[in-house]
């Protein structure tokens, strides 16, 4: 039963969208980037409390949003930490354990939507501005992002290179705003009317259009020095999205995996993390 409404449930959505568009394409676009904004998953669970109410720190607001933060404090320089989609700071802790050995000062943030913190909506440009807010008020070296996460952290650099950040590591990101939003549609199958209107929401709402916002061609405009770690087998974000971004962005290195899949939480991908942030 569950499968079948796994099937049905995307179609029913994008039949809905594709006859408000015939009243009102702005409408079906509003609803249909909200349900694409939406996550529905990622509040913290009951094996998740612990670890996290250990680190509970300051909640922080950004546009009425209360950002829960989260702080483990080292002597050495301060990693910021920004979770993927549907998910939480506990899916750091792997990675939170071995920085913490290294007497790194750790500062991470649920998203909007997310674990601790508040708000249903989320997406990048929102998670940048939290970003930054949580960047101005703890000035961290480094930051380091998983997936959406990773996209989040390349586009701050983009949009805010002047800041504390001096390295930047994504782990598995996507690239293309357009792949996502083809997948989408795809998925929904909801018509070209539809999507112009998604088109000309982001145009009001952000300023770029779908095809606009590309991370691959935003790095031609990053000079920190960066790492990037992508799973070749990656069935989330595909591995060519790294392979783009680190042909364009001129500090970084790539590190392909085969096996490890989108979540890269393994001891050997922490390693290379951690020998980044020792490098010169």
């Avoid at 940048?128 to 959406?148: D, F, M, R």
């Avoid at 087998?233 to 790294?242: E, N, R, V």
């Amino acid at each position: 039963m569950k499968k079948i409404l796994n099937k049905y449930i995307p179609l029913f959505y994008g039949s809905y969208f594709n006859s408000l568009a015939l009243v009102s394409k702005e409408k079906a676009a509003q609803k249909a980037f909200d349900l694409f904004c939406t996550p529905r998953s990622g509040k913290v669970k009951p094996h998740q409390k612990e670890f996290l109410d250990k680190a509970k720190n300051n909640i922080l607001t950004v546009d009425k949003i209360q950002l829960q933060t989260y702080k483990w404090t080292g002597t050495k320089g301060t990693v910021l930490l920004l979770h993927g989609w549907e998910s939480n700071v506990f899916r750091w802790r792997n990675l939170i354990d071995d920085l913490k050995k290294e007497d790194y000062t750790i500062i991470a943030f649920d998203a909007p939507g997310h674990g601790n913190s508040s708000g249903h909506i989320f997406n990048v440009p929102l998670y940048n501005k939290c970003a930054e807010k949580i960047i101005e008020t703890y000035l961290p070296k480094y930051i380091i992002g998983h997936s959406v996460g990773g996209m989040t952290s390349l586009y701050n650099q983009y949009k805010n290179p002047i800041n504390s950040i001096e390295k930047v590591i994504s782990l598995g990101a996507p690239s293309e705003l357009s792949e996502i939003m083809a997948n989408y549609q795809k998925i929904l199958k909801f018509n070209a009317k539809v999507l112009t209107g998604i088109n000309e929401l982001f145009i009001r709402e952000f300023k770029f259009t779908i095809n606009d916002f590309s991370v691959s061609r935003m790095a031609k405009d990053i000079s920190k020095k960066g790492l990037l770690i992508h799973d070749k087998f990656d069935k989330i974000a595909p591995y060519h999205s790294s392979e783009r971004v680190h042909k364009n962005w001129k500090e970084s290195q790539l590190i392909t995996t085969e096996g490890l899949g989108h979540s890269l939480h393994q001891e050997v991908v922490n390693k290379e993390i951690i020998a980044f942030l020792k490098s010169q």
